[in-house]
């Protein structure tokens, strides 16, 4: 099976600051991975597909890259409403979520 | 637009059943594979089934398989899941999910429905 990893746990950020998240795979995964943005109380949200598309309606702000193993999401300017937690999915072989990165307000 | 409506969730006890339901709107349904995806108190996501556009095909996470069915009724846009011999560990946010065919993620996601178990 394959195991997800994601670092760092929590990544504390300025508003307006840079945030750089990373996603691990223990075995290849092409291109099939996701990244979701989820707030306290609420679903999941679709921002990346296919390793580096972004999903309809988000913010240019958000980007993904990488292949094969190692994945990275970037958040260019990080707003207030940015903060939350964020998971990597890989689709590769069934589907598999990272345990998480939340970004919180340094 | 589109909206995903989970219900059926509550407190029940351990070795019991409970059938979920989640009802669609907004979208072509009957083209679309579903999934459930669950969320344990202040854990992680963790897939756990999928059901292909017709009903054809399901898949299952070992953590349920044999325990948990999904279906769907294309009649109704509407897709289920039945979950036996429950126990604590299956305790979460249950979520159903659409994907639009290229790949296992989420494009659209309900709000959730939780799930206890507990005596």
């Known amino acids: 099976e394959i195991v997800m990893t994601q670092s760092p746990a929590t990544l504390s950020v300025s508003p307006g600051e840079r945030a750089t998240l990373s996603c691990r795979a223990s075995q290849s995964v092409s291109s099939n991975l996701a990244w979701y943005q989820q707030k306290p109380g609420q679903a999941p949200r679709l921002l990346i597909y296919a390793a580096s598309t972004r999903a309809t309606g988000i913010p240019a702000r958000f980007s993904g890259s990488g292949s094969g193993t190692e994945f990275t999401l970037t958040i260019s300017s990080l707003q207030s409403e940015d903060f939350a937690v964020y998971y990597c999915q890989q689709y590769n072989n069934w589907s598999i979520f990272g345990p998480g990165t939340k970004v919180d307000i340094k | 637009q589109v909206q995903l409506v989970e219900s059926g969730g509550g407190v029940v006890q351990p070795g019991r059943s409970l059938r979920l339901s989640c009802a669609a709107s907004g979208f072509i349904f009957s083209g679309c594979e579903m999934h459930w995806v669950r969320q344990a108190p202040g854990k992680g996501l963790a897939w756990v089934a999928v059901?292909?556009?017709?009903?054809?095909?399901?898949n299952y996470a070992d953590s349920v398989r044999g325990r948990f069915t999904i279906s769907r009724d294309n009649s109704k846009n509407t897709v289920y899941l039945q979950m036996n011999s429950l126990t604590g560990e299956d305790t979460a946010v249950y979520y159903c999910?659409?994907?639009?065919?290229?790949?296992?993620?989420?494009?659209?996601w309900g709000q959730g429905t939780l799930v206890t178990v507990s005596s």
């Open positions: 999910a659409r994907d639009e065919g290229s790949g296992w993620y989420g494009v659209s």
């Open positions: 059901i292909s556009f017709d009903g054809s095909v399901k």
